[in-house]
Every structure is written in structure tokens, then in C-alpha cells.
């Protein structure tokens, strides 16, 4: 599968990438988290949040005990979109059968959601995350999904922390209980 995203040209943002981004982390882990897309950094180095989101991601999974080699990180789109753009909803499209491959392959008990992208892509839905955030969901193949803010929202909105620490308290509840 990682070799089939490496040589994928299913859309255009394959034209201007450096590295696909496949994801990283444990081939069996309890947790998947997913991204938007890779940034500049990631794309140079093929590793999913290197950059100070990354950073804060890390932390965030510190403080529940855990690593990010613990766990399993992605995103929803495999290369950088120009400037940093959103991804468009035909590249999520083009992109959707290789996350899709990657749940089914790491079957993980919990999927974290992190910010708009990822959530409504996930979910299949238009909501904001600030109305999805907070409670479980059920995403691919009925496995429950927790939603939550970005942490490049969360440096740019410290404020938002208080309630990104309650989604990850929920998500972490919910495997200890879905997913032992
Ligand atoms: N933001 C994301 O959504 N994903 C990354 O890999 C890096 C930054």
C-alpha cells in the first residue's frame, strides 16, 4: 500500500510533491489519528506533523502517555497541497481508498479526528467541528471516531486546549471501554 501511494498520480497535487506522506506509527495500534494534508515540511521529509503542529501533537499525546509511535498518524490527503490550501473534496476523493486501506489494515479500537478536513471528510458531513467535537461518532467500518481541534488551531487559539484535553479524555475512555 505504501508503495502504491508513493507512485500514485490519481490527482495533480502528485505533480509538485516532494515525498508522499503515508502516515507513521504502529502497524497494529489502538489509535488512529488523521490529519488534513501534508504541510512543506512533511513533504520534505515524508513524515506526517514534523512541524510545530507536530510538536503539539506530540505533547498532546504525552500527556495521555502515549507516543507517537504508539499510535498510527495520517491524513487525509497523502501530498502537500500548493500554499498550504485546504484539500479539494476530489482530491480527498482520489486520496479516500488508501485511508480507507490503512483502517482496515491497522484496525484500530478509536479514530481522533483532528480538525474540519479530517472530521467532515470522515463523517461524510458538512457540521463544523465545534458541533462534532465532544462526543463519539461512528466512522469507516462502524469504528468510533472522536473528533477534536486541530493543533494548528490550538497554537493559534491556546484557549481551545481545555476542550481538546476533555475529546482526548473521551477518546481515551472510549478504548479503554471499545477497544481494551
Ligand atoms: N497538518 C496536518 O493536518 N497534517 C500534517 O501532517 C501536518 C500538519
Redesign the pocket.
Known amino acids: 500500500l505504501e508503495t502504491a501511494v508513493a507512485r500514485c498520480t490519481r490527482c495533480a497535487l502528485a505533480e509538485r510533491r516532494q515525498h508522499t ?1 503515508f502516515g507513521v506509527g504502529a502497524r497494529d495500534a489502538r489509535w488512529m489519528i488523521v ?5 512543506a515540511q ?1 513533504d520534505r521529509r515524508g513524515e ?2 514534523v ?1 510545530r ?2 510538536t503539539l501533537l506530540d505533547a498532546m499525546l504525552a500527556a495521555l502517555g502515549t507516543r507517537r509511535d504508539a499510535v498510527f498518524i495520517t ?1 487525509i490527503v497523502k501530498c502537500r497541497p500548493p500554499g498550504n490550501r485546504d484539500p479539494t473534496s476530489e482530491e480527498a476523493d482520489a486520496c479516500r481508498d488508501y485511508l480507507l486501506a490503512q483502517i482496515a489494515h491497522v484496525d484500530p479500537g478509536l479514530i481522533l479526528a ?2 474540519r478536513v ?1 472530521a467532515q471528510q470522515l463523517l461524510g458531513v458538512k457540521t463544523p467541528v465545534g458541533k462534532l467535537r465532544g462526543r463519539l461518532h461512528q466512522g469507516p467500518g462502524a469504528r468510533p471516531v472522536v473528533v477534536t481541534y ?1 493543533p ?1 488551531y490550538l497554537l493559534r487559539t491556546p484557549a481551545a486546549k481545555r476542550q481538546a484535553w476533555a475529546d482526548l479524555q473521551l477518546a481515551q475512555s472510549c478504548v479503554a471501554v471499545c477497544a481494551p
Open positions: 506522506v490529519g488534513e494534508a501534508p504541510g512533511e506526517p506533523f512541524g503542529a507536530g491524513n483532528l480538525g479530517a486541530h494548528a
